[in-house]
């Protein structure tokens, strides 16, 4: 019985040591990226339509938080899966968006959004969520579209109340 209790205190002084030393020792990062990699995130070609660009956007904050990703190491990860015209945007402003100071991971979704999603798009996008009427659409089509744009006017939902009135009125043909 003795060598179980020595074996068993052996084990838990061996697990302890080792959490000590992974908080003592940041991640390295090619453990980031293997782990974030694992998970296959998604590419982003620049699409035209911004709903794409803000689910990627949305969908890696997502990943950083379950892989444990550090703040200071998110846009060297992401910027690995942005394919053709916003890996060249990348390629071209990278080195000047990333020295400048204070930039992080949501300054590069500003310059991001800024380059693919212009002031004149997001408007378009304002404006199509404050027409939107369910009309001919099934009730699961018209909530999906309205959640997909209402991102785009949050001064016209700033509230769970407000949002919850427009949805309604969008029931109706009128608002």
Do not use: H
Not at 5 to 11: K, N
Not at 71 to 96: A, F, H, I, P, S
Not at 98 to 118: D, T
Not at 131 to 140: V, Y
């Amino acid at each position: 019985m003795a060598n179980n209790t020595d074996l068993a205190t052996a084990i838990r002084l061996l697990a302890e040591k080792l959490t000590q030393e992974r908080a003592e020792r940041p991640e390295t990062a090619g453990e980031i990226f293997e782990r974030l990699a694992k998970v296959k995130p998604p590419y982003y070609q620049g699409q035209s339509d911004p709903t794409f660009l803000e689910n990627w956007i949305r969908e890696f904050e997502k990943l950083f938080e379950v892989v444990n990703c550090p703040g200071n190491m998110r846009v060297g990860k992401v910027v690995l899966y942005l394919k053709d015209e916003t890996d060249l945007w990348w390629r071209e402003n990278g080195d000047r968006l990333s020295g400048g100071e204070g930039f992080n991971w949501e300054a590069f979704v500003v310059a991001l959004r800024g380059k693919l999603y212009p002031a004149f798009m997001r408007k378009q996008k304002a404006q199509e969520f404050i027409n939107l009427r369910m009309g001919s659409m099934t009730i699961s089509e018209y909530y999906g579209k309205f959640i997909a744009l209402s991102r785009y006017a949050p001064e016209v939902v700033a509230t769970e109340k407000l949002k919850a009135q427009r949805f309604e009125q969008g029931l109706t043909d009128e608002i």
